[in-house]
């Protein structure tokens, strides 16, 4: 997109791709599932008019950063890690921060494992939970929705990958940034989710279908393992106190 300026930095030990804009105070975008720097799109020119420096980093896993092999990889340890690498070298002391959804959860540890390095953080999506060490997130849910709500269907490496790389990338992406549900987000197998997720979809409005190709391209190139591997460290990150209603944006405390 016009005056977005790329490049590619060593922090942490990993390659990371950044995109960005604008000359001020910055503000640090930090994308979810399944996405990438990309869907700051509009905001990194918004907030670059308004004076700030706007940088949406492709999270490890996603877009044009390193991807590693290795599901361990993707602790918080290493995700806020990635950060603080990306942080010192653009030579920025302290950031606001912007996170939607796994975004969100990286901005709420990155404060609490460095708040000398943010001025300020707005969530999107997910809402703070301390950490419970009696609880088993992966449990819960299993519990609560069964085996093939969203987050217990991305558990086995490579079993997701698949049903989706049958089913076609574009549908899949078109699915998930436009067509989810507004409760629990079930991926039933065989068919039903091919007729689930291969069903004819409408672009909305505020998603052209040049947009969307950006997107498959990317994942073409990428898979999706990357950011599963997000999903496949959920007992290592945080034993939740809080039980996922919806996708994105509904929550109880229990």
């Not at 290795?70 to 918080?76: A, E, G, I, L, R």
């Not at 997910?126 to 849910?141: C, E, H, I």
């Amino acid at each position: 997109m016009e005056g977005i300026e790329h490049t590619t930095l060593r922090a942490n030990g990993i390659n990371i791709h950044l995109a960005e804009k604008g000359q001020g105070p910055i503000i640090l975008l930090l994308h979810g599932f399944p996405e990438f720097w990309y869907s700051w799109r509009h905001q990194i020119h918004a907030l670059a008019s308004l004076g700030y420096r706007a940088v949406a980093p492709d999270l490890r896993g996603y877009g044009d950063s390193d991807a590693p092999a290795d599901v361990n990889s993707y602790t918080y340890f290493q995700l806020v890690g990635d950060l603080i690498g990306v942080l010192d070298a653009i030579g920025a002391d302290k950031v606001f921060v912007v996170g939607h959804d796994w975004g969100a959860l990286i901005g709420w540890n990155l404060c609490l494992f460095r708040p000398d390095r943010v001025k300020a953080l707005v969530n999107l999506s997910v809402s703070y939970s301390p950490r419970n060490a009696m609880n088993k997130p992966l449990q819960t849910f299993r519990a609560l929705y069964g085996d093939d709500f969203y987050i217990c269907r991305f558990q086995e490496p490579g079993a997701i990958e698949t049903e989706f790389a049958e089913i076609g990338i574009d549908k899949v992406l078109k699915y998930f940034l436009t067509s989810l549900p507004a409760g629990p987000l079930y991926l039933p197998k065989g068919k039903a989710l091919r007729d689930q997720l291969g069903s004819p979809i409408t672009l909305p409005s505020w998603l052209s279908e040049e947009e969307l190709n950006y997107y498959v391209t990317k994942y073409e190139n990428t898979g999706f393992t990357g950011g599963l591997n997000y999903y496949r460290n959920f007992d290592l990150y945080v034993a939740f106190k809080i039980i996922f209603i919806g996708y994105h944006n509904v929550f109880f405390y229990v």
